[in-house]
């Protein structure tokens, strides 16, 4: 078992900053990717960037050049540095964590994440 706790949600204004961060703990061994998903209302979950063990990422198109996934492997701590926001950024934040060889993935309980224009 993986457990995920975040933090770092809020109210922005539109352009603005935010931080958020998962921190990790449990079995958290082999291969695995760390990564943000988000969901806003009425809307179907995405994946926003994952970062893998070995230090690869991947960003979703609309995120690209404004957020930046990072980890701190000795903390079992991803972090996501979100620029520029923008309101259709708004959403429900989760946290993931994926163990690539079982397939096994864990969920954060959700941060909420809100840009007002």
């Known amino acids: 078992q993986v457990q995920l706790v975040e933090s770092g949600g809020g109210l922005v204004q539109a352009g603005g900053s935010l931080r958020l961060s998962c921190a990790a703990s449990g079995s958290i061994f082999g291969p695995n990717a760390m990564g943000w998903y988000r969901q806003a209302p009425g809307k179907q979950r995405e994946l926003v960037a994952q970062i893998f063990s070995g230090g690869s990422t991947n960003y979703a198109d609309s995120v690209k050049g404004r957020f930046t996934i990072s980890r701190d492997n000795a903390k079992n701590t991803v972090y996501l540095q979100m620029n520029s926001l923008r309101p259709d950024d708004t959403a429900a934040y989760y946290c993931?964590?994926?163990?690539?060889?079982?397939?096994?993935?864990?969920w954060g309980q959700g941060t909420q994440v809100t840009v007002s224009s």
């Open positions: 993931n964590f994926l163990r690539i060889i079982a397939s096994e993935q864990y």
